[in-house]
């Protein structure tokens, strides 16, 4: 028996990807980026600042760097703990000796339940974006609309009254979406959006309530995965995110501005042992002046302001 014909009919299929959430394109043959002042190399460094209770759900799966252990995991839990208590308050010192603007992206519930630690942020001249409610609250294909829809609201809203910002970023718990994720986000007033890692720079990206921007937060080169997940020396990590700069710098140079996007973790690179391999990535970005480094919204900005890279 012979398949019917409307078993191949696919109305989303087109060059490049099967659907309409963005325009596919070669990075190499799009239209050359200027950032400000003609530097080659746009650095945004994020700091993800996270609780993980130590009941957590597990819904639907066990956030990675979460609870492993029997409750109650204490282990896991004041090591996760220990960033926010002692870690970022070295790399805040570091950043400040290198003279780095971070995006802090923050859980709201975090926010919320440490108002020194969001004090010391905010005396900061950089961005915060939302990370969610908390490291235990996913995101996920097959949630219920409504209850992802009061989670991002709550989040979001939560955070902008802590901190009397804007709030244009998010960053979801373990970079986890639903479909519908995107579209919640604009929903409620969300500029840019850091799961997706497809690309070295910032597209646009469509959703049911309007624009929204991808920046993509470099997964490879963060510290939890070159250390934490695969294993790789301290001295390690420094080496590659240097590399990463060299190349880009140097890409650069030929096809237009390019964007380097460094995640760091205080309860992992801010221990005693690492936090000098920290200091040494950051003297690297600081000593060029041919480095543009800025937050997360500045970089978006500059990237819009050009002839032609908006997008839809």
Wanted: hydrophobic content about 35%; overall charge negative; proline content about 6%.
């Amino acid at each position: 028996m012979s398949l019917d014909n409307d078993y191949l009919t696919y109305p989303w299929r087109s060059h490049g990807y099967d659907h309409e959430r963005y325009d596919w394109s070669m990075l190499a043959d799009r239209k050359p980026v200027s950032w400000p002042q003609g530097k080659r190399l746009a650095v945004w460094i994020n700091t993800s600042l996270e609780f993980y209770p130590l009941n957590q759900r597990s819904e639907p799966f066990k956030v990675p760097n979460g609870m492993t252990m029997p409750y109650p995991d204490l282990r896991h839990f004041t090591l996760r703990d220990y960033g926010n208590r002692v870690g970022i308050y070295r790399c805040l010192k570091a950043f400040e000796r290198s003279g780095i603007r971070p995006t802090f992206a923050i859980n709201s519930q975090l926010a919320q339940q440490t108002p020194y630690l969001l004090e010391q942020l905010l005396d900061f001249d950089s961005e915060i974006l939302c990370h969610g409610w908390n490291m235990d609250h996913l995101h996920y294909g097959g949630q219920d609309i409504d209850e992802e829809s009061e989670l991002v609201q709550r989040s979001v809203e939560t955070l902008r009254e802590l901190t009397g910002h804007p709030i244009r970023g998010w960053l979801s718990p373990a970079k986890n979406q639903s479909w519908n994720t995107p579209d919640l986000l604009t929903a409620n007033g969300i500029d840019y959006c850091c799961d997706w890692v497809n690309d070295d720079m910032p597209y646009r990206f469509r959703t049911a309530n309007g624009p929204l921007a991808m920046m993509p937060l470099s997964t490879e080169l963060e510290d939890q995965f070159v250390i934490g997940q695969n294993l790789h020396s301290e001295d390690a990590w420094v080496q590659q995110i240097k590399d990463a700069f060299d190349f880009l710098m140097e890409e650069a140079e030929d096809e237009g501005g390019r964007m380097l996007a460094l995640n760091v973790h205080p309860w992992l690179i801010g221990q005693p042992h690492r936090i000098s391999c920290l200091e040494a990535v950051l003297d690297y970005v600081a000593d060029r002046d041919d480095v543009w480094q800025a937050t997360a919204s500045e970089i978006l900005d500059a990237f819009d302001n050009q002839d032609g890279q908006g997008g839809d």
